[in-house]
Nanobody, 124 residues
């Protein structure tokens, strides 16, 4: 089992940047694929980005491609989401998730463990 804790959220102006971190407990972090999802008020949870266990494969939602970068440091049991060129539509609670099961990485149901989330607010 793994426990996840996000940090790095906050209030930023449009055009700004934030770097989210997701720290994981457990010695098997390196075997998990990791994903980032977000949920805005009144909207469904949506996929943002994912990264496989080694970091060699990365996946992005079209809405963030070219602006967000997902990465991981298995030695630190941490996955990151660098968010650049933020706009008000990026405002949401961002959560990281982990899974050891192979499957479509943009589907929330394929993830077994979730963090509590961190709020990102982008002002115009």
């Amino acid at each position: 089992q793994v426990q996840l804790a996000e940090s790095g959220g906050g209030l930023v102006q449009a055009g700004g940047s934030l770097r989210l971190s997701c720290a994981a407990s457990g010695r098997t972090f390196g075997s998990y694929a990791m994903g980032w999802f977000r949920k805005a008020p009144g909207k469904e949870r949506e996929f943002v980005a994912a990264i496989n266990w080694s970091g060699a494969n990365r996946y992005y939602a079209d809405s963030v491609k070219g602006r967000f970068t997902v990465s991981r440091d298995n030695a630190k049991n941490t996955v990151y989401l660098q968010m650049n060129s933020l706009n008000p539509e990026d405002t949401a609670v961002y959560s990281c998730a982990a899974t050891v099961v192979a499957g479509q990485r943009d589907l929330a149901r394929n993830y077994d463990y979730w963090g509590q989330g961190t709020q990102v607010t982008v002002s115009s």
